[in-house]
């Protein structure tokens, strides 16, 4: 367990960040705490309007760039648009469907977003990267049952808590092969996950008829839920601390929901190699780009 907070950010003037999903929630914290210990960080966000809002509010350098990873063509127009170098591309953007929903390519909304968006920005952008990569993923994944056979849910009937569990795992083995391969390259760039704990944020608001699971969830969550600045923790830990590439962070307390962040495990099927590969393969396909490394 380590006393990490806030305060532990070293001077990161001179460093350029990208964090999704950053107008409110973690990603929004996240890139706070970034802006406020010198780096210059870009909100990559789907409304521009939220993201201005929170760049004004923002300390130090911040700028704001549309993304919208349930579409590719916008992944494609960001990448292509980004010049430099990258270093710190926080993968932090989520979403949990209350329904059956798709991206603009079709894909299952959670895993099209929580996964293959930022798996297809992660690989356009690969040429400028140049310190870390964290994918916020979630102690959920050890609840999944990743159907390679029917990745984009259409032929299983829907199952929402399974979808969002699914794209954590996706996450996870996606962390384990970009490690695996950038170690192979050679790269000095490390990869790392971070589970935030369980954090009261927007990801479980949703409108629409209510069933008695979500109102038990809403309770949980009112009762033991961390605020978003301590559900950041795990991230900007694996953001900046000396860690071993292909670690995973998330908070030390109460079965790793709530506290100071430390390294925690993962489960068997994150841990799967050839189910990491199998999954990598897979999503080359599905977002059309082929990996460089």
Request: proline share 4%; hydrophobic share 45%.
């Amino acid at each position: 367990m380590t006393d990490f907070s806030v305060r532990d950010l070293p001077d990161l003037t001179g460093r350029r960040a990208i964090v999704t999903g950053a107008t409110g929630g973690i990603g929004q914290a996240t890139a706070r705490a970034l802006a406020g210990a010198g780096a210059r960080v870009v909100l990559a966000v789907r409304n521009r309007g939220k993201g201005d809002a929170v760049a004004a509010a923002a300390p130090g350098a911040v700028e704001v760039r549309e993304l919208d990873l349930s579409d590719l063509e916008s992944v494609r127009k960001f990448a292509a648009g980004w010049r430099g170098d990258v270093d710190l591309l926080i993968n932090n953007a989520g979403v949990s469907a209350p329904t059956l929903q798709r991206t603009a390519q079709g894909f299952e909304a959670d895993f099209g977003v929580n996964h293959l968006g930022h798996f297809a920005l992660t690989l356009l952008l690969l040429e400028h990267l140049t310190g870390r990569v964290v994918i916020v993923s979630s102690q959920a994944e050890r609840l999944a049952q990743l159907d390679f056979d029917d990745l984009n849910w259409e032929r299983r009937p829907y199952r929402k808590s399974r979808a969002y569990n699914d794209s954590k795992l996706a996450n996870l083995l996606f962390a384990a092969e970009l490690h695996r391969r950038l170690a192979a390259a050679g790269s000095a760039v490390a990869v790392h996950a971070a589970h935030p704990g369980l954090v009261a944020t927007g990801i479980y608001h949703h409108s629409g008829p209510r069933r008695m699971s979500d109102v038990l969830n809403g309770f949980v969550v009112r009762t033991l839920a961390q605020d978003a600045e301590h559900g950041a923790l795990p991230t900007l830990y694996a953001a900046v601390a000396d860690l071993p590439s292909g670690s995973f962070a998330g908070p030390s307390r109460l079965a790793h929901m709530r506290g100071a962040p430390e390294l925690i495990n993962r489960s068997k099927a994150a841990r799967d190699p050839e189910s990491a590969g199998r999954l990598w393969r897979a999503s080359e396909r599905l977002v059309s780009i082929p990996a460089r490394i």
